[in-house]
């Protein structure tokens, strides 16, 4: 088996794995009021439920960079399938509650293994631009896993189909990853003395690192903090919620298949500072705009979104190199935990500014207007952003990598 091949089997593994990710998010999603009615579930319960993807995720991801380099992706991606497997298998023959929130969490326990297995695996594989292109590549499966899920949630429901039958579709992905992986060989870490856990934290207490880690708090919830309201927000303004989602998360896909020369033309830096400027330039027209120029408001949005979270990882792979698979995870972690932790404030916000416009307003538009003074607050984080990445780019100006153009031979047998 040529190295090529093998190398083309395992990252379209990876992609099937995260589209298992992004079809957990979506489907899951779709099928929320039928859980409800099924289980005689109320909002809160609901709720807790959905917190149980979010809570598996960073723990596993970050518990799985720790052990990276002592396990291997192998049996990192082999409990993401059990994980899986076990999530699935128990919400489909869920008997309650307490079932559904325990599923739950094994999903997204396997939804974080498949993070810090495939992303230093991914690192491992391709250097340099060829680097950032394929873990834009890889990442551009959840935006674009979230869209065929939602669809495919849509056509199920309207056709009146069981949920049941919905969390089955989860498994044909899972499947094809685990067939995909079988058998293969998985790649040995291309810099020295990554493997080290104390050379990891060496390079995860520099100024650098903590600098981007920072960063990725504010990336993450600029991309879901927005993505997570903007749909009920909008839909007070005469938008269609499944249209926004769908612009957003189509182009976002799209830009990120794309990624690869446009990262290399502006380098890592350029890109985030220019994804924080549409950003910006995206939430704050949600803010102000109604009817079609919310379509308008999703095309800056999804362009300034696109790139933040592949390139983030593949800076710190790329730039902080020693900080090894433990780095990556740690980043990806902060962003998931960066979105969980700032939800409740944003629905904080609605509320406040519900309460103080209650008086002039009612109905749909205290609704819409609540929704958009939030909206505008939310622009705090990708300005930010703008002044950080602004730094960061003079910062760097003068330390561009040079890229390495040997090809890694793949070493390690999964038997």
């Not at 089997?9 to 992609?15: G, I, K, P, Q, V």
């Not at 495919?152 to 049941?164: C, E, H």
């Not at 704050?284 to 095309?299: D, E, H, K, N």
């Not at 705090?380 to 950080?388: C, M, N, S």
Request: contains cysteine.
């Amino acid at each position: 088996m040529t190295l090529d091949i093998n190398r083309t089997r395992l990252f379209n593994a990876s992609c099937f794995a995260l589209i298992t990710t992004a079809f957990s998010f979506s489907i899951r999603a779709g099928i929320l009021p039928q859980l409800g009615t099924s289980f005689n579930l109320t909002a809160e319960e609901l709720g807790f439920i959905n917190s149980m993807w979010f809570i598996g995720f960073p723990i596993s991801m970050i518990i799985g960079g720790l052990v990276y380099h002592s396990v291997g992706p192998k049996t990192i991606m082999q409990i993401a399938f059990l994980c899986h497997t076990l999530g699935i298998l128990l919400t489909i023959y869920a008997g309650g509650y307490s079932t559904l929130l325990i599923s739950t969490l094994f999903i997204g326990i396997g939804n974080g293994c498949t993070e810090a297995a495939c992303n230093p695996m991914i690192a491992d594989m391709y250097t340099g631009a060829q680097m950032n292109k394929m873990l834009n590549r890889f990442h551009m499966w959840f935006p674009g896993g979230i869209v065929i899920g939602s669809l495919v949630s849509k056509f199920m429901t309207d056709a009146g189909l069981p949920w049941q039958a919905q969390i089955w579709v989860i498994m044909i992905p899972t499947v094809l990853y685990a067939f995909l992986y079988f058998g293969q060989t998985f790649p040995q870490p291309r810099v020295e003395g990554v493997t080290s856990l104390a050379k990891n934290f060496q390079a995860m207490v520099t100024p650098l690192f903590l600098f981007i880690l920072a960063c990725m708090a504010l990336t993450a919830i600029s991309e879901f903090g927005p993505q997570q309201w903007v749909g009920l927000i909008m839909s007070k303004s005469g938008a269609s919620p499944m249209l926004i989602l769908a612009l957003v998360t189509g182009l976002m896909a799209v830009g990120r298949y794309f990624g690869g020369p446009i990262i290399h033309r502006l380098d890592q830096t350029g890109v985030l500072l220019g994804g924080a400027i549409f950003a910006t330039i995206g939430i704050y027209l949600f803010s102000t705009q109604t009817g079609a120029m919310a379509y308008v408001a999703a095309i800056f949005f999804a362009i300034g979104v696109c790139y933040f979270w592949p390139t983030m990882i593949g800076f710190v792979a790329e730039r902080i190199p020693l900080s090894g698979a433990l780095g990556m995870s740690i980043v990806g972690g902060m962003g998931m935990f960066s979105t969980a932790i700032f939800q409740p404030i944003i629905g904080g916000w609605i509320d406040s500014a519900k309460t103080q416009l209650s008086g002039s307003l009612s109905g749909d538009e205290l609704e819409l207007a609540a929704g958009q003074a939030t909206l505008l607050r939310m622009t705090t984080f990708p300005i930010i952003l703008v002044v950080a990445f602004t730094l960061l780019y003079i910062f760097m100006r003068n330390r561009r990598v040079t890229y390495a153009t040997e090809e890694k031979v793949l070493q390690q047998p999964n038997l």
